[in-house]
């Protein structure tokens, strides 16, 4: 890691958008200005038997222009539309691409010369949110009994962000979030924190999803659909869905600065949550949603007056349009800041979804005006008591923008974004938020896995005995093996029945259960009850390249033979792969910090990278992560397409967890009642800078975090003898530490 600090500021510099009212951000804002929507009827595919025969779908014309380009042919939808989109973002923030060997990029024009105008594409990367990913590659097929080797590579999540990159030439960081509906909320977030952590100086960051027929019937058998032109917070029934890509360029605002770039934002902070509550809808209360916005407000130092405006998600669905106003007014009580859903205009986009609202609403804040709801005229049940801003645009210059999404999974974002007429260095200083320490050490605390041979639990840093990193490496090694050194290995095989016996397991797919298997491993082995677990905010951060393949054949297997109005319901959910991040979730009520990502193979260190920058940053005290797949007959399709079948390693399943936790020197944290344990989720919560300050100040009460609320946690005294001891707490099960060799150790 770089060692760039956490106080650097993350600019937006350049925009870019195609959905069904256009494929320019100007164009979009005129649309919309005009009060015109895009929603209209199908015409790509068949809507015979289903509810609902509309959908914001790309005009002909733009829909052309985008497969006409030569360097994304071959790919799936999915991608394509992203490179569109992250293209036209890239020529608006006027930066050039420098290739390895110095050359500058063909395709990008400097607007113009000097130092900071041009980024080595090694040092931009880009980070894509998707809800369905490549599934269109596997629709054109219209059968699962024969996939071909074409259509069949392109289907995996995580090779739409990098074909997307491909297309582009760049070199950075790729990653493809599959959160769901907040896939590309998550994908800007996470963006900004690889710039912070000192991995890219420049990255490319939204979401791209086409429109499906089999994701189209499976919202219909959902009974989502509206056959009309919806109205979120208004008495309708039912969503649109559209499709489209929106990208944004993430900077450093010193390199903003330095080569004159137009800012249209600068991405204060964001926060991540799961509802842990079911599979498809909302937390009735909102309580997951409100959580995502304390988290981005705490981490920001951002009072709840300062917010002058809420792009919220939205859909039109009487549960979630309930649950999100709840959500809102536990945060804001009766001063909740005016609100609008755009999805009126482009309909509901899915994992693009928060990347184009966010997109259209900052170009609109740019000419004084915020995103109005077209058709509201009255507020449904549940949304009577906060400003819903009606049909046409609001003239509103907005200090602080937030844009908020929920998805399937229980996964929810926050992102904050602060305008300013003009940027400058005297700015810069003036609005810097409070430094964080970077020096943090990060443990492993405890590790689980389960796998059809068995599971283990255990501790690498704990096993490997001394100070060399050759001993932790034998350690790993023994472990593979299968040794004792490392972990404690049981041969039986592995059943779910362990750890929970009242799940229906007919009902839960292998990864699912495999994941839960871990994750309880995991926690155990760092002294975390299951029920302590469900008491506190504990972070979840998972990685799959493939998700639940088995029910992502058997959905697809619904629609092919039996049509789009039979789709099966009871796998659709699970086509989006974060599910079995969130059915985790659900089960062991993990509602922290929570992501799901794909990176092709190295899931689970990306997943561990992504929470110890977290930790680094204060943001969280503890947090599980790992990474699974399984095995099907699509994932063996999959092999055989991508050549992965002559491999000489043999395709197992199963997953990895390990619970990571700041390494707290001599800070002691103090025994606080978890808001969930002791009743008060409602109570009142301070806000704002001074109160930002003073957690900084008192580390020892974490800032947000409900894990150091609720109970203390272990500390670390460098005694001569450097021994570890284990502080009990309530609701927490330790074990002392029976030998030096078993202290944790930093991973850092």
């Known amino acids: 890691m770089a060692g760039r600090s956490r106080t650097e500021r993350i600019v937006i510099t350049g925009l870019g958008v195609l959905c069904a009212l256009g494929d320019r951000p100007e164009v979009v804002y005129e649309r919309m200005q005009r009060g015109e929507s895009g929603i209209k009827p199908v015409t790509r595919f068949r809507t015979d038997d289903l509810v609902s025969s509309i959908a914001g779908e790309l005009d002909a014309g ?140 420049a990255m490319l960051a939204g979401g791209s999803d086409p429109l499906s027929h089999s994701v189209y019937a499976g919202f219909n058998v959902l009974r989502a659909l509206s056959p009309e032109p919806t109205s979120p917070f208004a008495p309708r029934y ?27 934002g600068e ?46 998600h939205g859909t039109g669905t009487p549960a979630n349009d309930r649950a999100e106003v709840a959500g809102l007014k536990q945060v804001f009580g009766d001063r909740c800041p005016p609100i609008s859903s755009s999805k009126a205009y482009f309909g509901h986009n899915l994992g693009a979804a928060a990347a184009i609202e966010l997109v259209t609403a900052l170009y609109a804040v740019q000419r004084g005006y915020v995103p109005g709801t077209l058709r509201f005229d009255m507020p449904r049940e549940g949304c009577e008591d906060v400003d819903v801003i009606g049909p046409g645009m609001r003239k509103l210059n907005p200090a602080y923008l937030m844009s908020n999404n929920a998805a399937f999974g229980g996964h929810n974002v926050s992102l904050i974004v602060r305008i300013e007429e003009s940027w400058s260095g005297e700015a810069k200083e003036a609005t810097a938020v409070s430094s964080r320490d970077r020096k943090k050490r990060v443990a492993i605390a405890g590790i689980g896995a389960a796998f059809r041979w068995g599971v283990c639990e255990g501790s690498i840093l704990a096993a490997s005995g001394g100070e060399e990193s050759g001993q932790r490496a034998r350690a790993l090694a023994d472990m593979a093996a299968g040794g004792t050194l490392a972990v404690r290995p049981e041969h039986a095989a592995f059943s779910l029945k362990q750890y929970a016996p009242s ?55 619904s629609v092919f033979e039996k049509g789009p109005a039979y789709a099966s319901s009871i796998h659709f959910p699970y ?60 994932t063996d399709a999959i092999d055989r397409a991508k050549g992965l079948d002559q491999s000489r390693y043999r395709p197992e399943e199963g997953c990895i967890a390990m619970t990571l936790m700041e390494l707290g020197g001599r800070r002691r944290r103090t025994h606080l009642s978890s808001p969930s344990c002791a009743g008060s989720a409602h109570r009142p919560r301070r806000t704002g800078r001074r109160h930002w300050q003073e957690r900084s100040a008192a580390r020892c009460r974490m800032r947000g975090s409900a894990w150091a609320r609720s109970m203390s946690c272990c500390c670390v005294r460098r005694a001569e003898r450097r021994s570890w001891s284990s502080v009990r707490s309530p609701g927490l099960r330790t074990e002392a530490a029976r030998h030096p060799r078993d202290r944790p150790r930093s991973c850092a």
Not at 292 to 309: K, L
Not at 522 to 545: D, M, N, P, Q, W
Request: proline share 2%; charged share 20%.
């Open 238 to 264: 039912g969503l649109n869905l559209g499709e489209g890509a929106a990208f944004v360029v993430l900077e450093t605002l010193e390199r903003a600065l330095a080569r004159g770039a137009r800012i249209y």
């Open 503 to 557: 799940l229906d397991e007919r009902r839960m797919e292998p990864l699912v259960q495999y994941t839960i298997g871990a994750v309880v491993r995991a926690l155990r082995s760092a002294g975390i009850a299951e029920e302590t677990a469900a008491c506190v905010e504990i972070g979840f951060i998972y990685g799959t390249s493939r998700g639940s393949t088995h029910s992502i054949g058997k959905f697809l297997g």
């Open 62 to 201: 733009h829909l052309q222009t985008v497969l006409e380009d030569e360097s994304t042919a071959g790919m799936d939808w999915c991608a394509r539309y992203a490179a569109y989109a992250a293209r036209q973002a890239l020529e608006d923030s006027g930066l050039t691409i420098r290739g390895a060997g110095g050359r500058t990029a063909d395709r990008f024009e400097a607007k113009e010369a000097g130092e900071w105008q041009a980024v080595t594409a090694d040092r931009i990367g880009l980070v894509l949110g998707t809800c369905n990913g490549g599934i269109l590659s596997l629709e054109k097929q219209w059968t699962v009994q024969a996939l071909d080797r074409e259509h069949t590579a392109n289907y995996p999540f995580y090779q739409q962000g990098d074909d997307a990159a491909r297309a582009l030439g760049l070199g950075g960081p790729v990653a493809t979030i599959n959160t769901a509906c907040s896939a590309s909320g998550n994908a800007i977030g996470y963006a900004a924190d690889l710039i912070r952590w000192g991995y890219a100086d």
């Open 575 to 634: 086509t989006v792969i974060n599910q079995v991040a969130g059915k985790t979730s659900e089960k062991l009520r993990l509602t922290g910090f929570g992501s799901s990502l794909s990176t092709g193979g190295s899931e689970g260190l990306a997943a561990a990278m992504y929470a110890a920058g977290k930790i680094r940053d204060g943001e969280l005290d503890i947090c599980v992560v790992g990474a699974g797949d399984e095995r099907s007959p699509l």
């Open 267 to 312: 991405l204060v902070a964001y926060g991540l949550s799961n509802d842990a509550h079911h599979e498809t809808a909302p937390h009735p209360e909102g309580s997951g949603l409100a959580r995502a916005v304390r988290m981005a407000m705490d981490a920001g130092g951002i009072s709840g007056e300062q917010i002058d405006y809420i792009n919220a």
